[in-house]
C-alpha cells in the first residue's frame, strides 16, 4: 500500500494488521485507537445474519483489544444507517456481551462518550470513519460518514454535540479520517451530484469537490471528493488544520489490504473499524 500521509503508522503482523494515527499516539497514555485493515479475516460484518456472524466478530474484537490493551466486552458498536445522527454513550448495555445490532443505537452513524473503558467503534468499507479527541476535555468520539452522512453533515453534528454536551473547544479537537474511497475513484452520476452541489455549493468550492469526468452510457459522471468536503466543514467549525490527522489512504485504491464495497464488484464484502477508548 502506498504510504501518502506521514501522519499514520500501519502495524503489519502475522495474523492481523491495523493502522494507527502518530499525533494520537502521542496521547497513548489517555487513549488507545486502531483502524483494522484486512488482513486475518479482520472482518466486523454481520452481514443480516447474527447467527452465523456474531462469534467471528467477537473473535476478532477479542483480537484487535487484545493488541491494545483493551477488554473487547466495552465494545459499543451503533446500528448504523447512513443518517447524521450522533449520540452520547453514558455506559455499557449489555453486561456480559458487547454491544452490538441493538435497537437501543439503531439509526445512529456517530458516538461520544467522556467515560473510561468504553470502546466505541464504527465500520465501514469505503465510507469516511472519524476518530475524534478532545485531549484537554477527554472525550472521544467514532463517526461513520459516508456520501450521505457526509450530506447530512454529521461531522458538524459530532463537533456542535462536543462543544455543547462536553465543553470541548473546537482549537483543541483532533479528528483522525480513515481510509475510505477517495476522488480517484468515487464516481457518481446526477442523484449524488446534485444534492452535493446544493448542500455545499456556499463553500465556493464546487470546483474542486466536483470533477465532471463526461458521459458513460449516456449519462454524465463525475468524481467527488467526499473527504475535501468533511475538512472543509471542520475548517469552518475552527478545528485547526494540523489537528485534521488524514491517513490519505483510498481504500479502493488498496482493496487488496483494506475493505472496500465497491472493490467487491458486487459480491459480499467485509467491514473495518476504527476504534477508540479513553482508558
Ligand atoms: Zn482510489
Redesign the pocket.
Known amino acids: 500500500m502506498k504510504n501518502l500521509s506521514n501522519d499514520v503508522v500501519i502495524h503489519v503482523e502475522n495474523d492481523i494488521a491495523y493502522l494507527q494515527y502518530k499525533k494520537l499516539l502521542e496521547y497513548d497514555d489517555i487513549i488507545k485507537h486502531a483502524y483494522t485493515l484486512k488482513k486475518g479475516n479482520m472482518d466486523f460484518s454481520l452481514h443480516g445474519s447474527i447467527e452465523n456472524y456474531h462469534d467471528i466478530v467477537i473473535e476478532n474484537y477479542k483480537k484487535i483489544c487484545g493488541k491494545l490493551g483493551l477488554n473487547y466486552i466495552n465494545v459499543v458498536r451503533p446500528y448504523q444507517t447512513h443518517t447524521n445522527n450522533v449520540q452520547s454513550i453514558y455506559g455499557k448495555i449489555n453486561k456480559d456481551d458487547i454491544d452490538i445490532a441493538l435497537d437501543e443505537l439503531k439509526d445512529i452513524d456517530g458516538v461520544i462518550t467522556d467515560k473510561k473503558e468504553i470502546i466505541l467503534s464504527t465500520l465501514n468499507a469505503d465510507c469516511i470513519l472519524f476518530l475524534i479527541f478532545d485531549p484537554k476535555n477527554k472525550v472521544i468520539a467514532s463517526v461513520h460518514s459516508g456520501w450521505k452522512g457526509t450530506l447530512g453533515k454529521i461531522i458538524e453534528n459530532t463537533i456542535n454535540k462536543m462543544v455543547e454536551e462536553y465543553n470541548s473547544k473546537p482549537e483543541d479537537i483532533l479528528v483522525a479520517i480513515s481510509p475510505s474511497?477517495?476522488k480517484?475513484?468515487f464516481e457518481v452520476h446526477d442523484d449524488v451530484k446534485i444534492p452535493y452541489e446544493e448542500t455545499f455549493k456556499y463553500t465556493n468550492r464546487l470546483n474542486e469537490i466536483i470533477e465532471p469526468i463526461g458521459e458513460v452510457d449516456g449519462k454524465q459522471k463525475y468524481k467527488i471528493d467526499t473527504v475535501l468536503v468533511n475538512k472543509i466543514m471542520l475548517i469552518d467549525m475552527g478545528i485547526k488544520e494540523e489537528n485534521i490527522l488524514d491517513c490519505e489512504i483510498?481504500s479502493?485504491?488498496n482493496c487488496d489490504q483494506i475493505h472496500s464495497r465497491r472493490g467487491s464488484n458486487g459480491g459480499l464484502f467485509g467491514v473495518g473499524t476504527a476504534m477508540i477508548s479513553l482508558i
Request: one cysteine or more; a positive charge.
Open positions: 474511497i477517495r480517484c475513484h483510498c479502493l485504491c
